[in-house]
């Protein structure tokens, strides 16, 4: 049976120390903002660094591993998964993270698995999940019955690289329809993913690609990432994928 929720905003601390970010527009108003915004930011990550740390600790001991996948709208995140359902089994359990819709834990349910979808549109529109979401939205999923958790994070190659959600595994996707440079324009985001999966190899005869400049790019922004190239659709370096997730790095 799968699940579809908003998160609920009473059950996020977190956000409501955001709250204390307003600032009476006024005396003082640029300075104190500034000051304020930065100390209340720093709680915010700490406590969120927390709650992370708590969940890959907990899904450790539970034997499930956990996989954070990153990348810009459309890059293939959730076709990625539906892939990967295919061919590792259902024992796969999904958080999907939008600002609106449901429409990707649908995707998924349809292949039999759990998905809980969480959506920030009505707290703001957030384009990043936080630790604290994620642990609602294993307490609504049943942390048994899963070998496997994907988180899908928001589209954006900018505030998810912010957030620790506690994975194992940091997976930074980037199709060859974005560009080389990537690296060196979002290189927070290349910096905490353990892995690269450059996607849509499919693709490489329609574009003016240089695989060879995006791996330079990428060792520029974080020597120790490692590089995959797949494509969902031809499943060309899935099996590269998949043995990564069977062999499970940073689960010890
Ligand atoms: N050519 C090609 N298209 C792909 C591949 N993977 C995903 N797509 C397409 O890219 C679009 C966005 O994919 P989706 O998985 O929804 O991306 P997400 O927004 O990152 O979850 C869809 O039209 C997919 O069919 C691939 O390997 N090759
Ligand atoms: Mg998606």
Request: glycine letters at 8%; aromatic letters at 6%.
């Amino acid at each position: 049976m799968g699940l579809i929720h908003d998160v609920k905003r009473k059950k996020l601390p977190a956000r409501s120390m955001r709250a204390a970010l307003a600032f009476p527009a006024g005396i003082g108003y640029k300075k104190a903002m500034e000051t304020k915004k930065i100390v209340v930011m720093q709680k915010l990550l700490k406590a969120n660094d927390a709650v992370a740390e708590g969940i890959r600790r907990d899904l450790r001991k539970k034997n499930v591993y956990y996989v954070n996948l990153m990348s810009s709208p459309g890059s293939g995140k959730t076709t990625l998964v539906e892939e990967t359902v295919k061919r590792l089994g259902r024992r796969i359990k999904v958080i999907e993270g939008d600002i609106q819709t449901t429409l990707d834990a649908e995707r998924l349910q349809k292949l039999g698995i759990q998905a809980f979808q969480i959506n920030t549109g009505p707290f703001g529109g957030d384009c990043h999940l936080e630790a604290s979401w994620i642990q609602a939205a294993i307490a609504e999923l049943g942390g048994d019955g899963m070998d496997y958790l994907f988180v899908e994070n928001i589209g954006n190659l900018v505030c998810p690289a912010e957030f620790d959600v506690g994975a194992h595994l940091n997976v930074l996707l980037l199709s060859v329809t974005e560009g080389e440079d990537k690296p060196l324009k979002y290189p927070l985001a290349f910096q905490v993913s353990h892995l690269c999966l450059v996607t849509k190899t499919d693709l490489l005869p329609l574009k003016y690609f240089s695989l060879e400049a995006l791996r330079a790019n990428i060792k520029k922004a974080n020597p120790a990432c490692a590089v995959i190239e797949v494509s969902a659709h031809g499943g060309a370096g899935m099996e590269s994928w998949i043995a990564i997730l069977k062999n499970k790095p940073g689960m010890k």
